[in-house]
């Protein structure tokens, strides 16, 4: 079955980067969207940046110059690179993947990192 892992994620100082990484265990083609997601205690799961297989990508205005998403086909794997990071952008990160399957729209999502970013 499809699994997605992230890794990257951890503790980091006010102004500092942090480099996501979402592998699939299947090639993202078969994806038609990949994306990240955040969720902070007490507050709804946000989107915070997406890129389609056709490689356009969009991100949240409370992100953008600061995030970038990209993805490596070879290695099936969707990165996030955040820069200047706030202490507002502490929470767990979740890679998400949409497909289809059998006309289906069937949506994948990794078990979360922890990012972390402090004053």
């Known amino acids: 079955q499809v699994q997605l892992v992230e890794s990257g994620g951890g503790l980091v100082q006010a102004g500092g980067s942090l480099r996501l990484s979402c592998a699939a265990s299947?090639?993202?083609?078969?994806?038609?969207?990949m994306g990240w997601h955040r969720q902070a205690p007490g507050n709804e799961r946000e989107l915070v940046a997406a890129?389609?297989?056709?490689?356009?990508?969009d991100a949240a205005d409370s992100v953008k110059g600061r995030f970038i998403i990209s993805r490596d086909n070879a290695k099936n794997t969707v990165y996030l690179q955040m820069n200047s990071l706030k202490p507002e952008d502490t929470a767990v990160y979740y890679c998400?993947?949409?497909?289809?399957?059998?006309?289906?729209?069937?949506?994948?999502w990794g078990q979360g990192t922890q990012v972390t970013v402090s004053s």
């Open positions: 998400k993947a949409v497909g289809y399957l059998n006309g289906r729209r069937r949506d994948y």
């Open positions: 299947v090639n993202i083609f078969s994806f038609v969207t």
């Open positions: 890129i389609t297989s056709g490689g356009t990508t």
